[in-house]
């Protein structure tokens, strides 16, 4: 499921800059329009939820800095933290080898899960 | 997208166990009987790739201790490192308050990603 886009940019030397334009039209969006998100806490590493995004959000949430994803049970955009105050700022976004998957680290003001715990992985 | 089961053991009291079968059940497998998964290096939080399991992959990732995802480009059952060497050992599962994410916590040998890097997000 690799993307030529992907795969073609790959061997760049770190630090090359590409446009961010082709970059998120390259994103391996779902037939839905969305991308799995991964969201970890900057510094102590703590995978706090997985949610996805679309384009929308996406873009939100790089002009604002405040991570925003798409709500797929109530089908709107979901600024994380708008109503319980536990937001989530982010630090920065990381995109994987083949588009497919966002990982934003972030810096999570209050608990991640809606439960009320730090994250949402409790069951083990 | 809270699903009732998961909904309903919440309020457990830590170290309440529950039935292996059930939760698999349970847990918000997709059309096309898949669920997400993050896999992280157990102890650095490095979080290393995003992939897919079904219910087969998840049965033989918790019966050999071998991380083991469903590749939907080739449609086909990957355990992870096979042809590379670069065995993902789990750890830990844990699965998320919605039961429709995996975390996989992990022991990796090598690089996690396929482009030789130790993980899959080198994109920022």
Redesign the interface.
């Known amino acids: 499921?690799?993307r030529a886009y992907?795969q073609q940019?790959?061997p760049s030397p770190q630090g090359t800059e590409f446009s961010k334009d082709d970059?998120l039209e390259q994103l391996a969006w779902t037939r839905d329009g969305l991308i799995?998100v991964?969201t970890?806490q900057h510094d102590?590493?703590?995978?706090l939820?997985?949610a996805w995004m679309n384009r929308e959000s996406l873009a939100l949430t790089l002009s604002t800095g405040w991570v925003t994803y798409w709500s797929?049970?109530r089908n709107k955009l979901w600024k994380k933290g708008e109503s319980s105050g536990h937001l989530q700022r982010l630090i920065?976004?990381?995109?994987?080898?083949?588009?497919?998957?966002l990982?934003c680290l972030v810096d999570q003001d209050g608990a991640a899960?809606?439960?009320g715990?730090d994250n949402?992985?409790?069951?083990?």
Do not use: N
């Not at 102590?44 to 995978?47: F, K, L, Q, T, Y």
């Not at 920065?92 to 998957?101: A, H, P, Q, S």
């Open positions: 499921m690799t992907f940019i790959e970059f799995p991964i970890q102590s590493g703590e995978v939820m997985m797929r049970s920065k976004l990381r995109i994987d080898c083949d588009g497919d998957t990982l899960c809606h439960t715990r949402c992985f409790y069951f083990s």
